[in-house]
């Protein structure tokens, strides 16, 4: 198995990570406790970005910093043996590629693409509609060269993408990027038939992707995308703002190498380096638009499957597109050819509570046509087919609701968020409230006693608000002018919640 990160690469090569559980055996490797290695990272509200404790301003000057380009968070390479035995496919496995004039595109692969957006339960990573359809519009063009867009000095691999559906999903601990076969395997379309796009923080580089020769059909296969990297004008993205992540761990899913794979040996363009003839070689990766020669031809700057910024790329070359032509054929033969005719529904619902009760709202919509059917599972065994069910649970405590709607042509979506219910009577935590504004804007002072642990959970409507420090009290800045709304708070510490309180505007 191969894994691509946006990121690490010193000197003239690779910084490889090969694992074979200390053994020699090539046994197969835990993903998810991999997940334990990853960097610390997170985005904050004011646009701030906090990474192994550190602090950037922005994002802008994370990428621009030497922890960006030196642990290096562009496109992290590991190679870990799975177990699994590459699939025969000669003319491009991962030692050579054979050009072959049937893989040069005469006609159009269309590949039915699904975004699986996570978020953190306060709502962290959410991308919205139009900016994932940019992302589509931008593989599209970056893919097809088209004229007129910053593709079109490339050459045309045939490859197209639609997008057949998007899935919301708020967790916390797969936001983060841990337990990956856990996430993708419980969110991911048949992998046969679509390409699933999954964004979160992405463990703190900007994606990573499986190469299609040893993955594909496999439950991890798939691009996984820093939800700050995603379509036209990311406005968390920086010098990465421009949707080419995906375009480069896209190649990477089609069997590309990096450019600069194997630096300057040029001995045999074709079982070396990044297996192609017409990229240029170059030492290292490079992260910025300057021009230089660092083997015996210009760097190629320019292409998608180096490092620079995302302005900077402008094109696949027509080797590379006869590799890619090559793999999705060889590889993903049932991934490409769907009509796209019906697009999928978007899921997505809201809720109140009160006391152990629960009222959902649905928001779904569909693009195409109308969703007719809703199937509810709570989370502790009850389920509903109705439009906007209330539910009553019998215990307080965190449930995982989530929710499946289909379509008139069939399709379907699903979403689900974590719902926290108490029974209003609190336990040895007891809780007040006071709301009041400044300057017209909401605020609500909170102050408990009777917790015990070093720090707490504070929910508002039964979402997470903040697990902050057990101090006894906390102010929520609302952030919102006007009357007539109320707003419910429970504090809880190690499962163990305190009364509500209400304050109403």
């Not at 404790?53 to 910093?65: I, K, N, P, T, V």
């Not at 450019?259 to 990044?274: A, E, L, R």
Request: proline share 2%; net charge negative.
């Amino acid at each position: 198995m191969s894994l691509f990160k946006r990121g690490l690469w010193l000197a003239a090569a690779c910084f490889t990570l090969s694992l074979f559980a200390g053994n020699g055996n090539n046994q197969a490797v835990d993903m998810d406790a991999l997940d334990e290695f990853d960097h610390a990272f997170s985005v904050q509200a004011d646009g701030a970005v906090i990474v192994d404790g550190e602090r950037f301003e922005s994002m802008a000057e994370f990428q621009l910093s030497d922890k960006f380009r030196f642990e290096s968070r562009r496109c992290k390479s590991e190679l870990m043996p799975m177990g699994l035995q590459e699939k025969a496919a000669s003319d491009c496995t991962k030692n050579q590629t054979v050009i072959q004039n049937e893989y040069y595109p005469a006609q159009t692969y269309t590949v039915q693409v699904v975004f699986h957006v996570i978020t953190d339960t306060n709502g962290t990573g959410d991308i919205s509609n139009s900016l994932l359809q940019s992302q589509i519009d931008i593989l599209n063009e970056d893919f097809g060269a088209f004229n007129g867009s910053p593709g079109a000095p490339g050459f045309d691999t045939g490859i197209r993408f639609e997008l057949a559906g998007v899935t919301r999903t708020a967790n916390r601990q797969w936001f983060n990027d841990r337990r990956e076969s856990q996430y993708k395997s419980q969110l991911g379309w048949d992998q046969d038939l679509y390409l699933n796009i999954y964004t979160n923080e992405a463990s703190g580089y900007l994606g990573y992707a499986y190469f299609p020769q040893d993955m594909a059909g496999q439950t991890l296969d798939g691009v996984v995308l820093n939800w700050t990297a995603v379509g036209r004008n990311a406005p968390y993205g920086g010098i990465y703002d421009q949707g080419r992540t995906a375009t480069h761990e896209i190649g990477h899913y089609f069997g590309l190498y990096h450019t600069f794979q194997g630096g300057c040996d040029g001995s045999n363009p074709y079982t070396s380096g990044d297996l192609i003839a017409d990229t240029n070689d170059e030492v290292t990766a490079r992260y910025d638009c300057v021009q230089t020669t660092s083997c015996s031809s210009a760097d190629p700057i320019h292409n998608y499957m180096d490092y620079t910024n995302d302005t900077c790329m402008d094109h696949f070359t027509a080797e590379q597109a006869n590799r890619m032509v090559c793999g999705l054929v060889n590889y993903r033969p049932s991934l490409y050819g769907g009509s796209g005719s019906n697009q999928s529904p978007n899921a997505a619902f809201s809720f109140s509570t009160t006391g152990l009760t629960v009222d959902f709202t649905d928001g779904s919509s569909d693009p195409d046509g109308n969703v007719v059917s809703w199937s509810w599972t709570f989370g502790d065994g009850s389920t509903s087919s109705a439009q906007n069910p209330s539910h009553s649970y019998a215990s307080a405590g965190t449930y995982m609701v989530s929710l499946t709607v289909t379509d008139n042509g069939g399709a379907n979506a699903s979403t689900s968020q974590q719902v926290t219910v108490t029974d209003g009577s609190g336990g040895a935590i007891s809780l007040s409230a006071v709301g009041y504004k400044v300057r017209g804007y909401q605020k609500a002072d909170l102050t408990w006693s009777g917790a015990s642990g070093s720090t707490v959970e504070i929910y508002r409507d039964g979402n997470l608000l903040t697990t902050t420090g057990n101090s006894g009290s906390f102010t929520d800045n609302i952030d919102k002018k006007g009357g007539g709304v109320s707003y419910t708070y429970v504090v809880c510490d190690s499962g163990e919640c305190s009364n509500q309180a209400v304050v109403q505007f």
